[in-house]
């Protein structure tokens, strides 16, 4: 069961390296690269706390091996803020309060970001069903749509193109 | 959790991961979406010796029409149903039963394939490709061969017809016809979990509202996915109304086969089973005559 070398782009840096081929992707990024800022809950692919995007689409890192990452783009919490500014979908969570202990934030952000690359200008209800594979146990959802909703106003007005954007549906 | 070792090993086409199978026999597990292996290697309930990574196989993601048919690529993700408008407008019970597929996120990796091939009882595609009388095709060593869906299930959870060297490389469904239309209905506690109940129905009406086809299908009520023979044929030459609609879903919860837990009790499973039938053939006579 030897390790495997991977070669992976994390926010836009190349990071080498050699695995087990069970270490998931998850415990590579937050133990191997000390990117702690995605984060682990349920360990059973349920609460989405662990999401980053790969290739373009949200994905539960907890759920895909360090080696199936080989040669794709990956992006975390940390590559959100540019520069010292925040990515709209940051400050959208920031401006609307959307968050309380912070625990389910980077999945949530992410999953939205990779959501509004194709759907820029989504309905409420698009957005729950959106971000109905990511829980939240303090909020009641209300401010994270609202922070979604933000976002996507900015982003669209702004024709920015988010960070990490790609198809994320077929 | 931390899975026991592997090796992983990625095959490029569909010759390279027969031949690894071929390899390593009943050792090997092919890795698809992941979505459903993934956890069982975390939990060690499955401790496969090697991993053969598909999902390089890029012409095994594919949904297109020919012979009357629609091919779906067994590694279609989920997510391709979701947004396909072909899906949307010609297949709307695969629409329905894709959105009901774990989550959005889980759906940008999970694949077709992978959720009929798992044969998991609790998984979706199984009734509606039973309610379709769909087929799959295995590749192995000496080609392709194809297998009606009924024959791929077994009687045990979690098993299917396919041999150790060969791999589901696409699922046939049939194509609608005129006055045909299905439907999915599955009841779950929230979002992301397996269903309490899922019915699936499919039919198909002559000139006079005549019944010429049947199929229901039930997820999750039983140790593998259920075809509902009586209740099929109980509808076969008539038009479908209230009557024959509850005589069907009468047969259909007799055909469930329901364990209690922490989903439910038996009996309440079996009366969603009746209810969701009920629902399913509404809606698919529905769509047959022209609705949505």
Redesign the interface.
Known sequence: ??K?HIRVTINGTVYEDDV???T?LV?WIRDGLHLTGTHIGC????C?AC?VIVDG????S????A??ADGREVMTVEGLEQGGKLHPMQEGFHQMHALQCGFCTPGMML?SIA?LSRNPRPSEHEIR??I???LCRCTGYVNIVKAVQYAAEKMASSEQVPIGAGQ??? | ????????VVAHSVPEAVGLLEQHGDEAKI?AG??SL??L??FRFASPSV?V?I?RVADLEYLREAQGMLHIGALT?E??L???SLIATRYPILLDTSVGV?????R??ATVGGNIAHADPANDHPATMLALNASVVATGPGGERVIPIEEFFTDSAFETTLKPNELLTEIRVPGPTERSGGAYFKLERK??DYAIAGVAAYVTLDGNGLVTYAGIGLTNVGPHPIKAHDASNSLLGKPLDDTTIHQAADLAAAAAQPNSDDRGPAEYKRGMVRTLCVRALRKALERATGGK
């Open positions: 069961m030897s495997q087990e081929p069970r998931l415990h360990d059973t692919t349920s989405g999401t689409k949200a994905t539960k907890c759920t895909m091996l080696v199936q999953t959501f069903v959106a109905s594979g990511n994320g549906g077929e | 959790m931390i899975p026991g070792s592997f090796d992983y890795l992941g979505h993934i956890p290697l975390r991993l990574d999902n993700r997510a391709a979701d947004t396909s774990a989550d959005p996120v889980v940008n990796w979002v992301g």
